[in-house]
């Protein structure tokens, strides 16, 4: 009996004994996409009851997660929020009509997973619901005042030199696009300059695994990256700070007061100026990071005003997306599409915007720059070099449909088909994918260290018999058979093992 590996698998060996391990493991991982969370899906996946107890300690925390739950999960808080004992289960499940049997039951599955409220028992032995006391005070305060003034509701004189929304909007984005840049290879890496992101910036990209270090490329955006690139600015920033909150205990900093802190700017309101004299250095230090990353705009570090952006305001709120968005020209050329692709491999984007043209670079050659008008080609070597970098074929696809000019998309109508690219340019970039994929992998357990060549001759044609056997060397005396058909060749070794033959 041995353990062995074979290939980029490990398999289960079994000997001539007739018995063995079996100690299996995926051949191959499936690629790994890029998981976007919302915040109840952040709190219930990441943090324990214990952690959640914390947060619900601070009122602004409470009332991201008030304001984010189904309407019916609110209805319930409200309609318990000022009764001091259980309520029984049944009385709430009378709250809702038969019709609603389904929201209802979604409803108390998310507040419970949240933590919000518990199960306890009433006297007759009844199931009820409670709210969790540290989380009915916080909503209290939120809704009738009250407990520790919020750090950024402080008074201030007013600015001398006072910041409208138009420059807000247009830092904001300068800010977070140095992010982007850096990601397709366009911005500084050496961080010579202003417009470079700083170390604790990289940190997150690789934290997140949208970059990775290469030996031979230096760091490279992966598979996980160029899909954040096709989010839109709200998911992006969303998940960037995700990604940051999960390092905050790294840097020394309290997770709770960056959440407090996150939303108190979520409802705060554009154009205003806000004090930070009320925060301590954790929390100053939270204050230039966000400033790096464009959420806040700070004069000087040293400064005590500051003004939230508009990517710092409902940050988690879905709803409020379309109304939040930066309203860009830049956007407004990628919502009407940009991209003409023709049957000649050719691209054509009608953009002056240096991070849609790296994007592009990534996976076209390009030709011809003008003023508004970028020319590339797709070719097997740009897109395989897009492969290398973990892009997969489907999301080059996907990208250059979800920017296709209108033009195309009246093409697509008028032939009634499923894309609007031409399909010998989604065909070919396929097959350069399936170039790359020649191997074809099978999880099986492997068999070595027979006895005899009987006996090896005689377990690998009956593993043949029943179409298990994935591969077999009668000089090594190895096999390998797949594992769905393990137990079935293991159970006939141990049948012909005690007959003695």
């Not at 038969?98 to 599955?109: D, F, G, L, V």
């Not at 690139?229 to 969303?238: K, M, S, Y």
């Not at 018999?465 to 058979?481: A, C, D, Y």
Request: aromatic share 10%; with cysteine.
């Amino acid at each position: 009996m041995a353990d062995t590996k074979s290939g980029p698998g490990r398999y289960s060996a079994a000997g001539g004994s007739g018995s063995g391990t079996s100690g299996l493991s995926p051949l191959v991982q499936g690629p790994e996409n890029l998981e976007c969370k919302d915040f109840q899906e952040y709190l219930r996946t990441r943090q324990t009851p214990e952690t959640l107890e914390k947060l619900y300690n601070y009122p602004p925390i409470c009332l991201a997660v008030f304001r984010e739950l189904p309407e019916i999960a609110r209805q319930f808080i409200i309609r318990i929020l000022f009764v001091d004992q259980p309520v029984p289960q049944a009385v709430v499940t009378s709250w809702g009509a038969q019709r609603c049997a389904k929201e209802q039951t979604e409803a108390t599955s998310c507040l419970t997973a949240l933590n919000v409220w518990r199960v306890t028992a009433i006297p007759g032995g009844l199931s009820a619901w409670e709210l969790s006391p540290t989380f009915k005070k916080s909503v209290r305060q939120v809704l009738l005042g009250g407990g520790k003034p919020w750090p950024m509701t402080n008074t201030l004189e007013k600015d001398s030199k006072p910041r409208d929304i138009a420059f807000l909007d247009t830092y904001a984005m300068s800010r977070w696009r140095c992010v982007l840049h850096y990601m397709v290879g366009t911005g500084n890496r050496n961080g010579s300059d202003a417009e470079a992101i700083s170390p604790d910036a990289v940190r997150i990209l690789l934290h997140a695994n949208l970059m990775k270090r290469d030996e031979r490329d230096g760091i490279t955006i992966t598979r996980q990256g160029f899909q954040f690139l096709l989010l839109d600015t709200r998911a992006q920033v969303w998940h960037f700070m995700l990604q940051y909150l999960d390092t905050c205990e790294e840097r020394g900093i309290s997770l709770p007061e960056c959440l407090s802190m996150l939303f108190q700017l979520s409802f705060s309101t554009l154009g205003r100026d806000y004090s930070s004299e009320g925060m301590n250095n954790q929390m100053l230090t939270f204050l230039q990071h966000l400033r790096e990353f464009g959420l806040v705009f700070q004069r000087k570090r040293k400064e005590g005003r500051f003004y939230p952006t508009r990517l710092a305001l409902n940050v988690t709120s879905k709803e409020a997306a379309a109304t939040a968005s930066v309203a860009t020209d830049e956007e407004g050329t990628q919502d009407s599409g940009y991209i003409v692709v023709e049957t000649n491999y050719r691209v054509y984007a009608y953009t002056d915007s240096p991070l849609q043209v790296a994007v592009l670079g990534l996976f076209t050659e390009l030709l011809y720059r003008f003023p508004n008008l970028v020319v590339g080609v797709l070719t097997r070597d740009s897109v395989r070099q897009a492969l290398r970098g973990g892009i997969t074929a489907e999301q080059i696809v996907s990208y250059l449909e979800q920017y296709a000019h209108p033009n195309m998309r009246l093409v697509e109508s008028a032939i009634q088909s499923k894309s609007c690219l031409p399909p010998t340019v989604v065909d070919q970039i396929k097959l350069w994918e399936l170039e790359r994929n020649r191997f074809t992998y099978t999880e099986g357990v492997v068999y070595n260290q027979f006895l005899s060549q009987t006996d090896f001759v005689t377990l690998r044609d009956y593993a043949q018999s029943i179409h298990m056997l994935v591969w077999q060397n009668e000089r090594t005396r190895t096999m390998v058979v797949q594992k769905n058909g393990h137990d079935d060749v293991k159970r006939y070794w141990k049948k012909y093992s005690k007959s003695g033959v």
